[in-house]
């Protein structure tokens, strides 16, 4: 079946530092893919998505590409905030709200 | 009040207990859902509501009950839970259009004794 598998965190990092976080799927179709950020204390948030393949996603600073052939979507950003710091979840569909997350990856930036 | 709230947030119960986690979403969707979120494993789908007609049913033990009565509200019913149902449970709402942006509660902590 479809899924989606994250490097397992913490990513720790210093502020203004560049950011990578992985996300490689598997999927049977061509589905979109997100970035959700759940910030602590906060329910998730749409962060950036895709919908086909070499789509580029950003907002706030960070960018993901959809990438076919390797089967990813990594998040990045060039220069993290301590108020960066939070748990990012990646995450396909296919044309519904019916959503597979991965296992979220926590970053943490210290200043 | 805007977005979407979930009640308890925090809720600690025996197994023997029955309990109910409350969600109200004031964004006019049509869709709500719970997901359950436990450590290093990944968010869990449970439940798929779309205009008050349950959709999906992610074989969850029947220990969990859902009930929406109109399309701003979702409860969870619990009830005999088991000390490895302790995790935090979220509720979403979506316009139901299948853009994929759901819009979450802070989730209610759940810990079974």
């Known amino acids: 079946g479809d899924s989606v598998t994250q490097m397992e965190g913490p990513v720790t990092l210093s502020e203004e530092a560049f950011l990578t976080i992985n996300c490689t799927y598997t999927a049977t179709g061509y589905p979109s893919l997100f970035w959700y950020v759940q910030y602590p204390g906060e329910g998730l948030q749409l962060l950036l998505k895709a919908t086909k393949a070499d789509d580029k996603g950003s907002n706030k600073g960070f960018e993901a590409t959809y990438r076919k052939e390797t089967t990813s979507f990594h998040l990045e950003k060039g220069s993290v905030q301590v108020s960066d710091s939070a748990v990012y979840f990646c995450a396909l569909n296919y044309n519904t709200d019916k959503l597979i997350f991965g296992t979220g990856t926590r970053l943490q930036v210290f200043p | 009040e805007t977005g979407v709230t979930q009640t308890p947030r925090h809720l600690v119960m025996g197994m023997t207990n029955k309990k109910s986690l409350k969600c109200e979403q004031h964004?006019?969707?049509?869709?709500m859902y719970w997901y359950k979120q436990s450590a290093k494993k990944p968010l869990e789908l449970m439940f798929v509501?779309?205009?008050?007609?349950?959709?999906e049913n992610n074989s969850v033990p029947s220990r969990f009950s859902p009930e929406c009565p109109n399309s701003s509200h979702l409860f969870l019913h619990l009830h005999t839970l088991q000390p490895e149902d302790s995790a935090l449970y979220l509720c979403a709402s979506s316009p139901g259009q299948g853009t994929g942006e759901l819009f979450f509660g802070e989730g209610s902590r759940l810990t079974v004794l």
């Open positions: 509501y779309s205009l008050e007609e349950r959709v």
């Open positions: 964004l006019g969707h049509n869709a």
